[in-house]
């Protein structure tokens, strides 16, 4: 569980919370179904609208890791790569075969095969390059989701204002009436900007965020592996994968 995801959105909730009912407002006052419909569903029907569904499906898939930890073995890969840059240069490179079979990372296996058979280092470079900046751009689509979610949300809670002050408008001659529909109408306003800035939004940052880190860890593997490619001393692969280690 990422605890720094869950106080910060507990933080602002929280917030926001206590600074309505500092002023005297009722907390109950914040909740009203058909605004949460419209907005919820107007802002999903509008993604869904713009995105491809392998796409769609894919983000859906990676919401579990904006509360989920990632944790990205930086340092132990480096010491891996070291110890195969070793054994390569002393045993060639199918020593690593068996490293190479029992490898669950699946851009990491196909690193090792590739290295296994003998590539040519620059093919090497060129493929796995390929495939990092492919699945980037693919993960990097499908967080761009929740960022425009963050974009429609507000736009909706507008239209939901403004339909609540047509029904509103329709008690005129009921002042009571009218001033509880004038302020439950704006509720939809605070729904569409609040889902964006404090989940939406956020949420498309943080998951832009781990994909950076996995793409740091697989540049990590091409650098390694090139470098054991090109039979590098394990002196000189280790000074250059001192930059990729997490203090």
């Given at each position: 569980m990422d605890r720094l995801a869950l106080l910060g959105l507990t933080l602002g909730l929280f917030a926001i919370a206590s600074g309505f009912t500092l002023h005297g407002g009722h907390l109950d006052t914040l909740f009203d179904l058909p605004a949460l419909v419209i907005v919820i569903g107007g802002t999903l029907g509008a993604v869904l609208f713009q995105t491809p569904l392998p796409q769609f499906t894919v983000g859906v898939k990676m919401l579990a890791w904006v509360f989920k930890a990632q944790y990205v073995p930086l340092n132990a890969t480096v010491e891996r790569l070291i110890n195969w840059g070793t054994a390569a240069r002393t045993n060639g490179f199918l020593s690593l075969e068996a490293e190479a079979l029992?490898?669950?990372?699946?851009?990491?296996?196909?690193?090792?095969?590739?290295?296994?058979?003998?590539?040519?280092?620059?093919?090497?470079?060129?493929?796995?390059?390929?495939?990092?900046?492919?699945?980037?751009?693919?993960?990097?689509?499908?967080?761009?989701?929740?960022?425009?979610?963050?974009?429609y949300s507000p736009t909706i809670g507008i239209i939901g204002a403004v339909l609540g002050l047509i029904q509103a408008m329709q008690n005129i001659n009921n002042p009571e009436l009218l001033g509880s529909g004038i302020a439950t109408a704006f509720v939809a306003t605070i729904y569409g900007v609040g889902f964006a800035n404090l989940i939406?939004?956020?949420?498309?940052?943080?998951?832009?965020?781990?994909?950076?880190?996995?793409?740091?860890?697989?540049?990590?593997?091409?650098?390694?592996v090139v470098s054991i490619a090109n039979g590098e001393n394990p002196r000189v692969i280790e000074r250059k994968l001192a930059a990729y280690r997490v203090s």
């Open positions: 029992q490898e669950t990372d699946p851009f990491l296996h196909n690193a090792l095969n590739l290295l296994v058979d003998g590539i040519e280092p620059a093919i090497i470079q060129d493929a796995l390059d390929a495939e990092l900046t492919l699945e980037r751009e693919r993960l990097l689509r499908s967080a761009r989701i929740y960022e425009a979610m963050g974009g939406f939004i956020p949420i498309a940052n943080k998951l832009k965020a781990v994909v950076v880190q996995r793409c740091l860890y697989q540049e990590l593997i091409v650098e390694g």
